[in-house]
């Protein structure tokens, strides 16, 4: 089991920066791959970024490649969002979730909203 909390939400300027962490409990943190998730009001939750267990491969949306990096650190069993140039689409909740190994994201955290004024 793997208890998840993000942070680092908040509003932002079009064109700004943020930074979102997710800090994960257990001691198996290594073995989940861990991902990001936004949703927008009324729409479904989309998936943003991921990231593998030991972080050597990553793949994102097509609508944040190139200003998104995912990055984990399994010593502190954190995982962070660093998102550049932010757009107003950009805007909603923020989860960070994880999947065991090749299984699908069974744990999620609770979000944190993201707002882009323009």
């Known amino acids: 089991q793997v208890q998840l909390v993000e942070s680092g939400g908040g509003l932002v300027q079009a064109g700004g920066s943020l930074r979102l962490s997710c800090a994960a409990s257990?001691?198996?943190?290594?073995?989940?791959?861990m991902g990001w998730f936004r949703q927008a009001p009324g729409k479904e939750r989309d998936f943003v970024a991921a990231?593998?267990?030991?972080?050597?491969?990553?793949n994102y949306a097509d609508s944040v490649k190139g200003r998104f990096t995912i990055s984990r650190d399994n010593a502190k069993n954190t995982v962070d969002l660093q998102m550049n140039s932010l757009k107003p689409d950009d805007m909603g909740v923020y989860y960070c979730?994880?999947?065991?190994?090749?299984?699908?994201?069974?744990?999620w955290g609770q979000g944190t909203q993201v707002t882009v004024s323009s």
């Open positions: 990231i593998t267990w030991s972080g050597v491969r990553t």
């Open positions: 257990g001691r198996t943190f290594s073995s989940y791959r």
């Open positions: 979730a994880a999947a065991l190994y090749y299984s699908s994201w069974s744990h």
